[in-house]
T-cell receptor, first 112, second 114 residues
Framework: TQLLEQSPQFLSIQEGENLTVYCNSS?????LQWYRQEPGEGPVLLVT???GGEVKKLKRLTFQFGDARKDSSLHITAAQTGDTGLYLC????????????WGAGTKLIIKP | EAQVTQNPRYLITVTGKKLTVTCSQN?????MSWYRQDPGLGLRQIYY???????DKGDVPEGYKVSRKEKRNFPLILESPSPNQTSLYFC?????????????FGPGTRLTVL
């Protein structure tokens, strides 16, 4: 069974601080995605990374795909209250085009 | 507006009473799927469909049925709901999964089975 482990499960920090969330596996993936989910809504795609070592930036959010395509990180600089939400990673196994593997999520709370 | 709609958004029912949660997308996507989300477990796939009349089991299909008679609709059927099916359910659609694609999620259906 392929697993995606996210850490930490829960993070509560003050506005303005930096943070990093991790998504790890022992399996190799063809791509990995990060989604953000707000209360009462479905997940919304933030980014897709495909190449080992790839780094993508979305304003204050920086996403990195591990060199071996087994793990990823999400770094937020100067967090804002609007960043509050559940962050989910999802990965596509190299031997499948039909099912994404999902992490359990990191619940992030940014306090004013 | 491109969207995935689900109905109902909230449902409280009793054990054994058959129910259907509807899902519809207006993006002409081939791929649709159903997930349930439970605290600490993340999203678990129930069923998916790669196109009309083509469905397959996900990771947790027991107690659920689906059908895909039209491209835009993918209803989830609980023939005899039980309390362990109390959960938050999401429908999603996308172009066929590949290295680069986006899954679009509905707003969710919160189901409580008493």
């Amino acid at each position: 069974t392929q697993l995606l482990e996210q850490s930490p499960q829960f993070l509560s920090i003050q506005e303005g601080e930096n943070l990093t969330v991790y998504c790890n596996s022992s399996s190799v993936f063809s791509s990995l995605q990060w989604y953000r989910q707000e209360p009462g809504e479905g997940p919304v795609l933030l980014v897709t990374v495909v190449t080992g070592g790839e780094v993508k930036k979305l304003k204050r959010l920086t996403f990195q795909f591990g060199d071996a395509r087994k793990d990823s990180s999400l770094h937020i600089t100067a967090a804002q209250t609007g960043d509050t939400g559940l962050y989910l990673c999802a990965a596509l196994p190299i031997d499948s085009n039909y099912q994404l593997i999902w992490g359990a999520g990191t619940k992030l709370i940014i306090k004013p | 507006e491109a969207q995935v709609t689900q109905n109902p958004r909230y449902l409280i029912t009793v054990t054994g009473k058959k129910l259907t949660v509807t899902c519809s997308q207006n993006m002409n996507h081939e791929y649709m799927s159903w997930y349930r989300q439970d605290p600490g477990l993340g999203l678990r796939q129930i069923y998916y469909s790669m196109n009309v009349e083509v469905t397959d089991k996900g990771d947790v299909p027991e107690g659920y049925k689906v059908s895909r008679k039209e491209k835009r609709n993918f209803p989830l059927i609980l023939e005899s709901p039980s309390p362990n099916q109390t959960s938050l359910y999401f429908c999603a659609s996308s172009t066929p999964l590949g290295t680069i694609n986006t899954q679009y999620f509905g707003p969710g259906t919160r189901l409580t089975v008493l």
